[in-house]
């Protein structure tokens, strides 16, 4: 039963490591349809990863840990919105300065708290019979928390209101024509502080899941880069809800798969495939008439202004 | 005495006044049109027409003036509020967001009162619906990117009938058309009036004014000229009250015997960014110590024209020789270095770098030369003398030659660009609106400057919206329209109203029968 | 934006270098400010802690020797990145062309047999070289096909850093494994002298200082330092001038990457004396020196004051980790402060901010 077992370690693995990859990803799909860049996503979560822990340790419940966690990547995200949208500051120097500030401000902050464990952090959900179902059971079933299920179900819900729904519409034509947008009654620094916020709070979200269920603990810069295969792993989902989720998980199963792989294959070379893809996605979109199918909004880090101010 | 018991007006703009800094667009300008008739507003650029639309659109409010639809008097202080009047906006650039589908294009925006979401099928039912009442077959779920310019535009106006428009203005909506795609759209117009809408078509092609309105006014520079029905009128009525009376001469010119042939082009060919025909089989040369003059409303190929012969865009087709050098062959570096010197109409935009210094934008195509480079070191010294020179010969004012170019003056800023171009002697100016935007003493300035050239031994291509100028300055003058050329004619034997009827779209011989 | 009746907004008609000046410094001033409040959080007076970090980075000859130790790379970088920046390319990747640079010495170093005379030199030629290839990739895919500079230059640091993983634990293992992973101690002939008694390593920091002059001649004074600035100025007047956008791309992307591969050369041959973990090597600097380059304007010559006062700030790090028992994460919260403050900061270089008591 060895590539059975093979086959449930890594699904569930991938389902439990590439929830925060996903709700993360959720997020900047919508910061970037809006055609704002955020690569302050590692700042927000590693905040959201502090702020979680904390506030679950010392109220002893680990949703409200989440919740803070979501809240603190938002008002993050918001420093972010204000630089860029109203400001119209540089988005990379704005995004750059947030992932110092917060890797840097949890590290300060977090130091007392590293190496305690969380003593009650989020549970498993315990679906009775369904575990034992052959295969399926152990790999779904077992040892997932709430959120990784949430995070699935969001994936829908985004993709509906992304395409089918007016507010959906709206963020769309301001990341690709906002001049458009604009001279159509959508106030486009509404939309984008909203697709931010967004952004902030899944970011902040997908902090906390990794200190409160995760690996319930506080180690700093325990999000170990993965705002930035986020940043990869957008691109890679042609800024679609459901690729967003493929590319997820597809990530999280090679990232275990790596390690596995290691006998024969080296594992850097897989864990750097997710930049490499996104690099060759760009190519590939970057002719002509796919661009207009598949690619990136035009509007993406370019501020708007609406003729003379 | 009976009692005249006509509906009232559908549009009465009653005595508009707008202005802008150094220039009155509209001048007391009353505009009557009746529902269910289409109504052409008719006038070169700059006439004021576009500026009209966009007050009764929204987009503007007129200093002065009254705005009563229907017989009410109204404010219309946004686009949303001349929405709310049932006005439509059909613009010359479609508003429509490319990676789109239609219907989420004729949505956007719109706030339905049925929350967030959108009621597909009830929404893909109305424009169906639209569709097949109006005749503007399109499918709602394609891509706009995907569309044809003519389909665009048909979604242009699904947004307007959607948005229960019964007013519709249309800006210049053929200047991107295919002549089929032309008859479908006047076929439209014509099934909308039927049904009790109202159009207004802002143009300047004298051919469609024929073919489509049902009354017509003419504006020229700010003012309404005239209206009049169409039928009880002619191309050549039209024309004069469009370009206005002879002017007097302004500009001492001397009479110049023309050199040798320097430029020949030969069925010239290029695209617009859009990828349309933009030149269509352009033939025409020009001599050393003449000013060829380009007259027509912008839009009609000039840009793209001083473009292919500066090297910024590549000819689909055809030649230009200047001298055994076919420039459609040549780099834009190479065309400079060869005495090719190009004032370009957006002269902040493109022709200096603001930031940098006066003494820099001078030397922006020179300063590979060795007069300003050595071994790849820029000499400073010499470029500030050749500043110091030329700010002095061509009277650019400004504390001294380390200010930054773009804090002078829209004239300096011109003087400077004609300073850079006309100071290596070049053999062929192409000059692109020259004197737009400037006072009275810098355009006086900018054409003595171009017929010292010309004396010199140049052979000049102006390209110019201000017909006066082009019949003040040019040797001769070849008029465009539609990337083709009507008629290359003098000024002397051809009158004002020949040449607006060419600008309008009737070629030479048609103009003298 | 709407501002109060009181506040006056107005356009700056043109900025003079003392504004340019005047609000760094209180951009700097105003991350002093704010940090503060975290040194006042951990119990520390914040004049007692800033009195410290100066006289530990720079009023000590040991301190000294840190900051500049760090200045090194961070001058190369930034100078480098203001080259790019003058030409508008975002190239965030100085981090992994420092890592390409580094890999290329360290090939040089171990493997290539050579007279020993030529070594260092060789290994200053391979990083300049490899780090200069691995910022044209960016280069092309802008130049040719106008994929986002931001994007491209981040993703090959992570494959940069990648290939240094996977070739300290594959094909270049060195045998003093210990726990951690690196290669073979670079031999005596491959290691870049120092100031005795510090962790200077002075050929590179004469080539940092040499790159600063350079760069700034070349960018303000020659042929391509002209086209260079048209382009990033306008690059409609750039195309209507003949320059070729592309070339000056490729061409600023390769100084660029260079400078930093030379960076990566100090830091393995001058520092670490072997190659090791990515993050160990690099240590940020290639995202610090954003900040450097930033702060100097993108003048080549104010990176030399720029570098510095960034080197100093993390040797401060140091001294308040020791000396004051508070994290040297401080540094990046000061960092990003900075940065916050410099942008925040760049609206008040575009519009002049008066008080207008009096009703008018």
């Not at chain 1, 966690?69 to 988005?91: E, K, M, P, Y």
């Not at chain 1, 902050?109 to 003593?119: M, T, Y």
């Not at chain 1, 295969?229 to 459901?242: D, K, M």
């Not at chain 2, 400079?336 to 022709?351: F, K, Q, S, Y």
């Amino acid at each position: 039963m060895e590539w059975q077992n093979w086959a449930i370690s890594t699904v569930s693995f991938m389902l439990s490591y590439g929830t925060p990859l996903l709700l993360a990803t959720l997020g900047e799909i919508y910061a970037e349809r809006a055609g704002v860049l955020n690569l302050g996503i590692e700042g927000m979560m590693i905040m959201g990863a502090y702020t979680g822990f904390v506030t679950a340790y010392v109220t002893h419940s680990p949703w409200t840990g989440l919740a803070v966690a979501a809240a603190v990547g938002c008002a993050f995200s918001l420093i972010h919105a204000f630089a860029s949208i109203t400001l119209r500051a540089n988005q990379v120097v704005s995004g750059l300065a947030l992932t110092l500030f917060g890797l840097g401000l949890s590290g300060v902050l977090g130091r007392s708290w590293g190496g305690r464990p969380l003593p009650n952090a989020l549970q498993s959900i315990n679906f009775g019979a369904l575990a034992d179902i052959p295969i399926l059971g152990p790999m779904l079933f077992e040892g997932h928390v709430a959120v990784e299920y949430i995070a699935i179900l969001l994936v829908p819900i985004m993709w509906f209101i992304l395409f089918k729904t007016r507010v959906g519409i709206a963020i769309r034509s301001v990341g690709e024509d906002p001049a458009t947008a604009d001279s159509l009654g959508i106030s486009v620094k509404k939309v984008r502080y909203l697709c931010v916020a967004i952004g902030g709070l899944l970011a902040g979200a997908a902090g906390g899941y990794l200190s409160v269920a995760y690996r319930p603990a506080w180690t700093e810069g325990m999000t170990g880069g993965m705002g930035w295969i986020v940043i990869a792993l957008t691109i890679f989902a042609f800024w679609n809800p459901v690729m967003g989720m493929l590319g997820s998980y597809l990530f999280a199963a090679l990232y275990h798969l790596s390690f596995r792989l290691q006998p024969w294959v080296s594992p850097e070379i897989l864990q750097s495939l997710p930049y490499l893809f996104a690099i060759l996605v760009l190519v590939f979109i970057a002719q002509g008439s796919l661009r207009k199918r598949m690619g990136s909004p035009a509007a993406l880090t370019l501020p708007y202004t609406r003729g003379e101010e | 005495m009976t009692a005249k018991t006509s509906p009232p007006l559908a549009i009465h703009l009653k005595g508009i006044v707008k202005r802008f800094p150094g220039v009155i667009a509209n001048d007391g300008v009353d505009l009557m049109v009746r529902r269910g008739e289409i109504h052409c507003l008719l006038g070169e650029n700059g006439a004021g027409k576009t500026t009209l639309m966009r007050i009764l659109y929204g987009l503007y409010q007129p200093d002065e003036g009254d705005i009563a639809l229907h017989g009410k008097s109204v404010q219309i202080t946004s686009p949303k509020a001349a929405l709310a009047h049932r006005i439509g906006m059909v613009h010359q650039h479609f508003h429509l967001v490319s990676t789109l589908s239609v219907e989420e294009n004729i949505v956007l925006g719109l706030s339905e009162g049925t929350g967030p979401f959108l009621r597909f099928k009830k929404t893909r039912q109305k424009i169906r619906q639209l569709a097949e009442e109006y005749g503007l077959q399109v499918d709602p779920g394609a891509k706009v990117w995907q569309l044809s310019v003519g389909q665009q535009q048909r979604v242009e106006i699904l947004k307007a009938l959607y948005r229960d428009a019964d007013i519709l203005i249309m800006d210049e909506p053929t200047s991107v058309l295919t002549p089929q795609e032309v008859k479908a759209l006047f076929g439209t117009l014509h099934t909308l009036v039927e049904a009790g809408l109202t159009v207004i078509f802002i143009t300047h092609k004298l051919n469609e004014v024929m073919e489509i309105s049902h009354r017509v006014t003419v504006l020229r520079k700010g003012k309404a000229v005239a209206t009049v029905n169409t039928g009880e009128t002619s191309k050549g009525e039209l024309a004069r009250l469009m370009v206005g009376r002879e002017v007097v001469f302004r500009v001492e010119k001397k009479p110049v015997q023309r050199g040798e042939k320097i430029l020949e082009v030969v069925d010239l060919h290029a695209q617009n960014d859009r990828s349309l025909p933009a030149l269509r089989g352009m033939t025409f040369d020009l001599y050393a110590r003449e000013i060829l003059g380009v007259a027509g409303v912008s839009g009609n190929g000039q840009h793209e024209l001083s473009e292919v012969l500066t090297g910024l865009r590549k000819a689909t087709k055809g030649r230009a020789v200047l001298e055994a050098h076919d420039l459609t062959e040549c780099s834009a570096r190479t065309i400079a270095d060869l005495g090719v010197a190009h004032v370009p109409t957006e002269r902040i935009r493109v022709g200096i770098v603001p930031s940098m210094s006066i003494r820099e934008n001078l030397i922006l195509k020179s300063y590979r030369s060795s007069e300003f480079c050595k071994w790849s070191i820029l000499n400073e010294k010499a470029a500030h003398q050749n500043a110091c020179n030329l700010m002095e010969e061509y009277e650019i004012s400004a504390p001294h030659d380390g200010t930054a170019a773009g804090n002078l003056s829209g004239g300096n800023i011109q003087r400077l660009v004609l300073a850079r171009e006309l100071s290596g002697s070049p053999r062929f100016v192409v000059a692109a609106h020259p004197t737009y935007g400037l006072d009275v003493g810098a355009t006086e300035q900018v054409r003595k400057v171009l017929l010292e050239q010309r004396g010199r031994g140049a052979g000049i291509l102006l390209i110019s919206e201000d017909l006066d100028e082009i019949r003040q300055l040019s040797d001769r003058i070849l008029v465009i329209y539609e990337g083709q050329i009507m008629g290359i004619v003098t000024p002397k034997d051809a009158s004002l109203e020949e040449i607006g009827l060419m600008m309008a779209g009737s070629r030479r011989q048609e103009v003298e029968q | 934006m709407r501002a109060p009746s009181w506040i006056h907004i107005e356009r700056r008609p043109s900025r003079s270098a003392w504004t340019v000046f005047y609000v760094s410094l209180l951009a700097i001033a105003g991350a002093l400010v704010a940090a503060s409040i975290f040194f006042k959080a951990y119990g520390v007076s914040p004049l007692h802690a800033y009195r410290l970090i100066i006289t530990g980075a720079l009023g000590s000859s040991i301190g000294l020797a840190e900051t500049v130790r760090r200045t090194i790379p961070l001058l190369l970088i930034g100078v480098g990145l203001t080259v790019a920046f003058r030409a508008v390319f975002w190239n965030i990747g100085a981090e992994g062309q420092l890592l390409v640079g580094a890999i290329a010495a360290t090939g040089v170093a171990l493997f290539v047999p050579m007279p020993d005379a030529l070594r260092l030199p060789a290994m200053f030629l391979a990083g300049f070289a490899g780090g200069a290839a691995w910022a044209l990739i960016p280069a092309l895919l802008k130049a040719q096909l106008g994929i986002n500079d931001v994007i491209s230059t981040l993703m090959l640091n992570y494959v940069a850093a990648f290939i240094v993983q996977w070739l300290i634990l594959g094909p270049w293992k060195g045998p003093t494994a210990r726990g951690f992973a690196y290669t073979d101690k670079f031999p005596a002939s491959a290691l870049i002298p120092r100031i005795p008694g510090t962790t200077i390593h002075w050929p590179t920091l004469i080539l940092g200082v040499l790159a600063a002059v350079l760069a700034y001649v070349w960018v303000m004074r020659t042929r391509q330092g002209f086209e260079i600035r048209v382009v990033g100025e306008n690059p409609n007047a750039a195309h209507y001038a003949g320059i070729s956008q592309s070339k000056v791309i490729i061409m600023v992307m390769l100084v660029s990457g260079g400078l930093a591969g030379l960076a990566g050369v100090g830091e393995v041959a001058g520092i670490q004396h072997k190659l090791l973990d990515a993050g160990k090597l690099s240590l940020g600097y290639g995202y610090t020196a954003i900040i450097v380059a930033w702060l100097a304007r993108r003048n080549p010559l104010a990176v030399l004051i720029t570098s510095f006062l960034f080197g100093a700030i993390m040797a401060g790090g140091d001294v308040i980790k020791v000396s004051l028992g508070l994290p040297f994460q401080l540094v990046n919260v000061f960092n990003g402060l900075i940065l916050f403050f410099l942008i925040g900061s760049e609206i008040l270089m575009k519009y002049k901010v008066s008080f207008a008591w009096r009703k008018r």
